[in-house]
């Protein structure tokens, strides 16, 4: 592992960890609560209580929390979780009752088989017609009928400049999993803790469209990418799915699997675009949205619907993504988006480059499958 100097948390992460310290401590004020089956009957901006909101880690800007509960004198009590599968637990086991989650889009179909999430009134979100054609109707919600687009994003890998050099230009898994090739890293190498990212990087290499192995039920295809996660496993220095753009330009890693918002705020935090790179490797990977919707068992579903049109929001939708550095599929909201953001083709890569990725599919039977791939490269 390189010697680099550690470098101090980004600003507005500190300012994040503290913000999210202090709501984490208000969850345990909502109490169970329960809706019917049918979409709630709300207006917009209407508010029937505080808001439980429960979100990836590092996946919002304080300040937008802010003036939301300024524009409806409501409080918001924010906490965050580092994979679905945490947010769904905690869903499932009603452990806390949130108003409004963050799922990935083949959680989606996995919470609605479920029957864990209310129909949105879209009635209630005037916005939602700023979300572009592309993230309307899609395959996990093919009827529309459970979420709104909330950011989406890439998964790749995260290099130092000179270690693409060493691949040629080109980048490949084969440098995590290859044995060979991953040899020729200088520093360590890091892969999500995200069994459906880690089995997909792995299916990708191997030669296989994640597409048509997911729909198709191909379980052997998903052993062989459990058996290559296993044969990775003694050359990983980590499973990180928070700070594995940190670790990277800390020099923690010299390679890391990760989304390409997470490396992009890493990289723009430490002027580190010079050092290093965010890649889509030639075998291809994965592109995903985050959506936003509302558990069914949710206290206050006005609110909940209420924030959903407060991010759909055209200035506020691009405030959000110049804070994650992820794209925004809130089409009205680009105008307002940095240039820095726009133009960085890790964010919105070019066509030639964004053909080669592939939407995670809802897994089905799968799932658990997937799963245990992971926790038995790890174990």
Known sequence: MNSHTKLAAPKHRVRWLAFAA??????????????DNTAADCEPGETDGDLAFYNWADYMDEDLLAAFQ???????DYTVYDSNEQMLSQVESEAAIYDLVVPSDYM??????????????????????????????PPFDPEHRYHAAYQWGTTGIGMTQEMLETLGGESTWAVIFDADTAAQVPGGISMLDDAPEAVSAALKYLGYSITETI??????????AGELLKATHDRL?????????????????????????????????TEAYDT?????????????????????????????????NFLLDAENGAALTNFT?????????????????????????????Y?????IPPMGDLSLLVQDMLAEAKS
């Not at 609605?112 to 109707?137: H, R, T």
């Not at 550095?325 to 890569?349: F, M």
Request: hydrophobic fraction near 35%; proline fraction near 6%; glycine fraction near 10%.
């Open 70 to 76: 300024e524009e409806t004198g409501i409080s918001v």
């Open 355 to 359: 053909e080669r990725l592939e939407l």
């Open 108 to 137: 989606v179909a996995l919470m609605i088989e479920e029957d864990l999430l209310l129909p949105l009134n879209y009635d209630a979100i005037p916005n939602f017609s700023n979300v572009g054609d592309e993230w309307k109707n």
């Open 276 to 308: 290093h790179v965010y890649t889509i490797p030639v075998q291809g990977g994965v592109r995903w949205v985050d959506t936003m919707a509302i558990p069914r068992n949710a206290d206050n579903v006005c609110s909940a619907h209420a924030m959903i």
């Open 22 to 35: 202090t709501v984490a401590l208000l969850v345990a004020a909502c109490g169970s609560g329960g809706s």
């Open 215 to 224: 729909e198709s039920g191909d379980e052997d295809a998903i052993r062989q």
């Open 325 to 353: 550095y992820y794209g925004s599929p809130n089409e009205a909201a680009t105008p307002y988006i940095s240039e820095e953001i726009l133009s960085d083709p890790g964010i919105y890569p070019p066509p030639e480059v």
């Open 237 to 269: 220095v980590k499973y990180d799915s928070v700070t594995y753009g940190d670790d990277l330009v800390n020099g923690e890693v010299d390679v890391s699997h990760g989304w390409s918002g997470g490396f992009a705020q890493s990289f723009s935090d």
